[in-house]
């Protein structure tokens, strides 16, 4: 099966930085947009990042932009998401998704379980 | 940005009987070049990652039961459940994919047992 693996999480203090992994087994990774969405505890759903196959388009939540940086190394398959600034609403669940083909717009078929991150004094 | 709305909250359906969720957007996700709704549902247990159900409004994904079904066109869509299992207990959740991002989800719908 299709397997996305989130690394990265943790406990931070407002202002700080954190970076996420996400490691993609088992697709052509490079085939693929991916993106990240988040969960607030008790929340909905939230996207925040999209990159396409080839790093050619990049987008970001309002919420983030210019504080985040979404990257990814076809090589390594895997995605990243830089996070700086954090604020104590960032804290939630970070999800790697994969979307579609190349830079396709399309739904996320494939969700990882998820890397917890918590902005706190 | 395009607003997903989703209703109702909340609803309680007895095992065999048909939900129905339905759900909004600010404006029309149908994309005349293709004949395409962006519109896609997911099911989220508890403790678990949302997992894609329906795509472009009407398609289930491999290995999503029939009893699933998305209907719908341009801003009103709905998700039907016939003969509710216990399994499908969950939260629901609509999202659009239309056009340059941001990507918007609905606030999610709980359906549980009456």
């Known amino acids: 099966d299709v397997q996305l693996v989130e690394s990265g999480g943790g406990l931070v203090r407002p202002g700080e930085s954190l970076r996420l992994s996400c490691a993609a087994s088992?697709?052509?990774?490079?085939?693929?947009?991916m993106s990240w969405v988040r969960q607030a505890p008790g929340k909905g759903l939230e996207w925040v990042s999209f990159?396409?196959?080839?790093?050619?388009?990049?987008y970001y939540a309002d919420s983030v932009n210019g504080r985040f940086t979404i990257s990814r190394d076809n090589a390594e398959t895997s995605v990243y998401l830089q996070m700086n600034s954090l604020r104590a609403e960032d804290t939630a669940l970070y999800y790697c998704?994969?979307?579609?083909?190349?830079?396709?717009?399309?739904?996320?078929?494939?969700w990882g379980q998820g890397t917890v991150v918590t902005v706190s004094s | 940005d395009i607003v997903m709305t989703q209703s109702p909250d909340s609803l309680a359906v007895s095992l065999g009987e048909r939900a129905t969720i339905n759900c909004r957007s600010s404006?029309?996700?149908?994309?005349?070049?293709?004949?395409?709704?962006?519109l896609a549902w997911y099911q989220q247990k508890p403790g678990q990652p949302p997992k894609l159900l329906i795509h472009?409004?009407?398609t289930r994904e491999s290995g999503v039961p029939d009893r699933f079904s998305g209907s719908g066109s341009g801003s009103d869509f709905t998700l039907t459940i016939t003969s509710l299992q216990a399994e499908d207990v969950a939260v629901y959740y609509c999202?659009?994919?239309?056009?340059?991002?941001?990507?918007?989800f609905g606030q999610g719908t709980k359906v549980e047992l009456k």
């Open positions: 998704v994969r979307g579609g083909l190349g830079f396709s717009y399309s739904a996320f078929d494939m």
């Open positions: 088992r697709f052509t990774f490079s085939d693929y947009t």
């Open positions: 990159i396409s196959s080839s790093s050619d388009y990049i």
């Open positions: 404006q029309s996700v149908f994309s005349s070049s293709n004949n395409k709704n962006y």
């Open positions: 472009w409004a009407s």
């Open positions: 999202q659009q994919y239309y056009s340059s991002p941001p990507w918007t």
